[in-house]
């Protein structure tokens, strides 16, 4: 509002989008019977129309300098006081200005218009070159009362004005937040294959049982950092595009891949056990490796809070019209207040301890879903454990858009899921 109220460019600006101030001014005319209606951002040096209905074809356009006589007479509205003159040719006041006159005025209201801040800003004002009846209570009345209203819609306009920039700015802040993860992670990627290289072919030359051991719980962590930046650069690309990409094919044995995925899990947790059913025998159109992710995280996320003495239960089989992936593990149920935000971003189980990855298994596998034209959803209870449902469609499904990634770098669009091996250095 502040600068509103030193500049007065911005001033008239601001009125120029206030639809209802055009409707007041007519409304002015009419009852008044005068010709001529105006707002005025009034300084210490000058009046400047900020809104006109000018039925005396006088010219005078909004932005212009607004001057009624040359002496002081009518300028002493500066006062911040109302002024209503009915007949200016015999009223004592202003008899004596006569030849001063810019535009031919007779009949003259003005009323000051005072910002909710009790900040003056100007004078809503009326004239016309004959005598008008228009010192009644209720015609000043109703200047008093559309001054009070042009100064609240102003007030209100410049509020929404200011957080509209509050918003851009708050949206530009993410974006160069979510560039940064992006390129960072991407940039991670070339030392951990450097470590794991390293540690790989420390593994073929060693021979002291220790430092073998030293070796591969490297790969492992160098295997689980991968994996962590790729949950953020998926999570940067979902936010910065229209979601995570998806390549859809047609994929006609998804049984073996799937299995692959629980094998992985199964063979890193040989202390739990996975019961897996996959019925699938029909071909699905899907991005497979996309599919194994989700999979991965939703089998990796049971393990993590399933009870240990229970096995997590893999189902995949397709209906009619979906593909639908069930995982179920038992163990402590999701508070029903925490259901709503589970596949929000960084969001963890309140009940576990384990403080394992960035909170973004769920979420990817919310927008893997998503970009597939399906949905994802979780049961939990104590009865009856806790239950992830995915379901795909499998009808024909229009081709996905990509995700925009225009603002990245080459090097970061570039990216694909990959794990990390010494294959990447032959």
Not at 31 to 51: H, L, P, S, Y
Not at 173 to 179: A, K, N, V
Not at 252 to 268: F, P, S
Request: proline letters at 5%.
């Amino acid at each position: 509002m502040e600068a509103i109220l030193q500049d007065v460019t911005k001033a008239v600006a601001a009125f120029g989008r206030l639809d209802v101030v055009p409707t007041l001014l007519a409304v002015l005319r009419e009852i008044t019977g005068m010709r001529f209606a105006a707002v005025a951002r009034v300084t210490e040096k000058v009046w400047t129309v900020c809104a006109v209905q000018d039925g005396l074809q006088l010219g005078i356009e909004v932005g212009a300098p607004f001057v009624l006589r040359t002496n002081l007479a009518f300028q002493s509205q500066s006062t911040r006081a109302p002024i209503i003159v009915e007949q200016a040719s015999t009223d004592p006041r202003y008899r004596t200005d006569a030849g001063s006159t810019v535009y031919p005025v007779e009949s003259y209201i003005s009323v000051p218009i005072f910002l909710p801040n009790a900040r003056y800003f100007g004078n809503l004002c009326a004239f016309d070159p004959r005598p008008m009846s228009i010192s009644g209570p209720q015609v000043v009345s109703m200047f008093t009362r559309f001054a009070a209203l042009i100064a609240s819609q102003l007030e209100h306009h410049v509020e929404l004005e200011h957080e509209h920039r509050e918003l851009l700015d708050e949206r530009a802040t993410s974006e160069l937040r979510e560039q940064f993860i992006a390129i960072l992670g991407h940039d991670l990627r070339n030392p951990l294959h450097a470590v794991y290289a390293s540690s790989d072919k420390l593994q073929r030359k060693l021979t002291d049982p220790d430092l073998l051991l030293l070796a591969a719980r490297i790969q492992t962590n160098v295997k689980r950092m991968s994996a962590l930046i790729d949950d953020v650069l998926d999570f940067a690309r979902g936010r910065l595009g229209a979601g995570i990409e998806v390549e859809l094919t047609e994929v006609h044995d998804i049984t073996t891949g799937l299995t692959t995925v629980v094998q992985e899990l199964q063979d890193a947790q040989p202390g739990c056990k996975i019961i897996s059913s996959i019925d699938v025998n029909r071909s699905v159109r899907c991005d497979l490796g996309r599919l194994q992710q989700a999979a991965s995280n939703l089998l990796a996320n049971a393990l993590t809070h399933g009870r240990p003495d229970t096995p997590v239960k893999f189902t995949v089989h397709a209906n009619e019209t979906d593909l639908v992936l069930e995982v179920w593990n038992a163990g402590e149920p999701i508070p029903p207040e925490s259901i709503g935000k589970i596949f929000a971003p960084f969001w963890r189980h309140s009940v576990s301890a384990s403080r394992n990855g960035l909170g973004l298994g769920l979420h990817i596998c919310s927008q893997i879903a998503r970009a597939h034209g399906g949905q994802i959803s979780v049961s939990s209870s104590a009865a009856h454990g806790t239950l992830f449902t995915a379901r795909l469609p499998l009808g024909t499904l229009p081709k996905v858009k990509q995700s925009s990634m225009e603002k990245l770098p080459d090097a970061v669009l570039s990216h694909e899921r990959q794990v990390i091996s010494p294959a990447n250095y032959a």
